[in-house]
């Protein structure tokens, strides 16, 4: 008899952003004139960037052409992405990798839900609450965790680090045991950022208690402030406890195009259950190697396009606009009296309901008041409870009119 994975079972049925389209969809057959702005969703809208395209036109042609096809990639990436990846995300800001300790990727979604493969099934982990879903959710279908509490929303036998207005929405390091931690800097869903003293604490706490921290850093592009730390290993001993993951999907519109990395330091150890430490990186290497052919070699090309002159200049200005938009929403909300967290190294503004209305109240009220559609903070942990995500991914036209809009409904005037 061929049985399921169980775990699977676990997961409830309601997807966040399946239950979105469905309201979205329902309130649209009812009022098909309402002209719906979206802030919902975290994808971007603007076009690839010039100078990517003409590299990827180059690349399809050369696969055209005996003597310039390629057939099967390294697993780990084509040497060209490596060495663009270390000069222009790395070396510049102080910190110096090998190629064999990047890994080429196609996306960070994989990436993050498939690098538990490397450490024991029997490891407790910690996420940020609200946190990104597919951190929790992979590893509930791994089988890490116990049933989900519908009470309150959580699984058990995951630690929660609480992301609140006291703490600045930045997760703290836990009390209890744990041995592997997320941690998304700058964060999604809250938009808010940690600095490189709060960081400097968590690589002191990972090294005490022998933790390795998963870190994701797909939003570095949108950091604004100085003290916020564009990679983990500007941080002193980060390189012996932290894999970092990268994305191409925000900072140069790869959402549709797939293409990441991840950083496995040689110095970065886990433990056999007897104590003795064994290196991350050729466990990786042997994970990619059996499970992965590989990114293609036209979206490899394009991602090395991201780090040429022209692609930095259109990128970032692309980067650039987002961010306009983001505070638009962010300064046109404070001005109607919200209290409005994140949108200055992040993409996403995170926006506390009015007068304690729920999440999914003030969404409902949102779509149908003032056609705009958002994402309910609940949807990402039981503390989003009582806030909701925007996002800076539209036009600026429709973001300037979704907050007018939501400014004219005088919720708190
Ligand atoms: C968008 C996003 C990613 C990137 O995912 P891709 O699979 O590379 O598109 C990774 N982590 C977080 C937190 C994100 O929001």
């Given at each position: 008899m061929a049985h399921v994975n169980?775990?699977?079972?676990?997961?409830?049925?309601?997807y966040l952003f399946a239950t979105i389209a469905k309201k979205v969809d329902a309130f649209s057959k009812a009022h098909p004139d309402a002209s719906i702005i979206r802030l919902g969703i975290g994808d971007v809208t603007r076009p690839l960037a010039p100078a990517i395209i003409e590299a990827m036109h180059k690349a399809v042609d050369e696969m055209g052409q005996a003597e310039t096809f390629r057939g099967y990639g390294p697993e780990q990436g084509y040497d060209f992405l490596r060495q663009a990846i270390i000069k222009g995300d790395y070396e510049k800001r102080g910190v110096t990798l090998d190629p064999d300790e990047v890994f080429v990727g196609d996306g960070a979604k994989t990436d993050v839900a498939c690098i538990?493969?490397?450490?024991?099934?029997?490891m407790r982990f910690a996420v940020a609450?609200?946190?990104?879903p597919v951190y929790l959710d992979s590893n509930v279908m791994l089988g890490h965790t116990g049933a989900f509490d519908a009470d309150k929303g959580i699984y058990n036998g995951v630690v929660y680090l609480p992301c609140t207005p006291e703490n600045g929405f930045k997760a703290q390091p836990p009390a209890e045991k744990v041995d592997i931690i997320y941690l998304c800097n700058p964060s999604n869903p809250t938009g808010t950022a940690m600095s490189r003293k709060e960081l400097e604490t968590w690589i002191a706490y990972a090294k005490e208690n022998k933790v390795v921290l998963i870190y994701d850093?797909?939003?570095?592009?949108?950091?604004?402030?100085?003290?916020?730390?564009?990679?983990?290993?500007?941080?002193?001993?980060?390189k012996e406890v932290a894999i970092e993951l990268r994305s191409y999907s925000k900072c140069a519109g790869f959402t549709g195009t797939r293409c990441s990395y991840v950083v496995v330091p040689k110095a970065c150890m886990a433990y056999r259950t007897d104590g003795t430490p064994v290196e991350l990186n050729p466990m990786w290497n042997r994970r990619q190697c059996t499970f992965f052919n590989g990114t293609p070699y036209i979206i490899q090309r394009a991602a090395e396009a991201y780090y040429s002159e022209a692609g930095q200049r259109q990128c970032l200005s692309d980067v650039d606009y987002y961010m306009n938009n983001a505070h638009i929403i962010r300064d046109g909300l404070q001005a109607a009296g919200y209290t409005v967290y994140g949108a200055t190294n992040s993409p996403y503004a995170w926006v506390q309901t009015p007068n304690g209305m729920k999440s999914w109240d003030f969404f409902d009220l949102l779509l149908e008041k003032a056609h705009v559609v958002t994402t309910p903070g609940s949807g990402f942990g039981p503390?989003?409870?009582g806030y909701l995500r925007l996002t800076a991914f539209g036009t600026k036209e429709n973001t300037e009119e979704a907050i007018r809009r939501i400014a004219a409904l005088h919720l708190l005037a």
């Open positions: 169980e775990h699977y079972l676990k997961l409830p049925g309601n538990q493969e490397i450490f024991g099934n029997d609450d609200p946190v990104y850093s797909a939003y570095e592009t949108y950091i604004t402030e100085k003290d916020v730390p564009h990679s983990i290993y500007e941080v002193a001993g980060a503390h989003g409870e």
